[in-house]
């Protein structure tokens, strides 16, 4: 029945605006607080195991939307459409490479005047989001034609981690790599 009662008392709204109020040091073997409900008069006493002022708190966490499957975006939140062209190149020491996506007549142009301007690259997968701000685009008779986007490897881990993103985008979207 005890049990009950402290469950009750914690469960209840006027717990919630019970005082807190210090126990004599070494009442109950050291530091704690004591919770009084006037909800059946039952007193909880809860341990404290460091001042609050001595706790650690929780690192920010970023959070990124995961992507069912893989995509390329220009503008965040529309997927492009138009498969690319991909060409990569790599340093012969394999410490940093270069990709480079040629779009033929991309969607972006399609939804841009809707959508807002081109804001960068983003390829989204499951592990997250790889970005670059190096799009540059080719028009003909004034009228956009391709786009060219450039990615950037400076180590082996970020080449990795391309190199995942790639292999999921490619079966995803019926690519194949060929070697030149």
């Known amino acids: 029945m005890a049990a009950v ?22 009442s109950s073997g050291g530091p704690s607080q004591s919770l009084h409900s006037s909800f059946g008069g039952v007193s909880l006493q809860c341990r404290r195991t460091k001042p609050a002022s001595l706790q650690r708190s929780r690192p920010s966490m970023q959070v990124v939307m995961m992507a069912a499957r893989p995509a390329i975006q220009f ?71 391709l786009i060219e986007a450039k990615y950037v490897m400076r180590t082996p881990r ?4 391309f190199m995942r993103f790639m292999e999921r985008y490619s079966q ?3 690519l194949q790599f060929v070697k030149k």
């Open 158 to 161: 970020e080449w990795d981690r």
């Open 75 to 145: 503008i965040q939140g529309t997927d492009e459409q138009t498969i690319p062209d991909v060409r990569l190149t790599k340093s012969r020491d394999g410490t940093n490479g270069v990709a480079i996506f040629t779009f033929d007549q991309p969607s972006v142009f399609d939804s841009s005047a809707e959508l807002g301007d081109i804001t960068g690259f983003y390829m989204i997968d499951d592990e997250g989001v790889l970005q670059s701000v190096d799009v540059s685009a080719k028009f003909v008779n004034g009228k956009p034609a």
């Open 5 to 26: 009662m402290k469950a009750l008392a914690v469960a209840s709204p006027i717990s919630a605006r019970a005082q807190p109020r210090r126990c004599p040091a070494g």
């Open 172 to 174: 995803a979207n019926g």
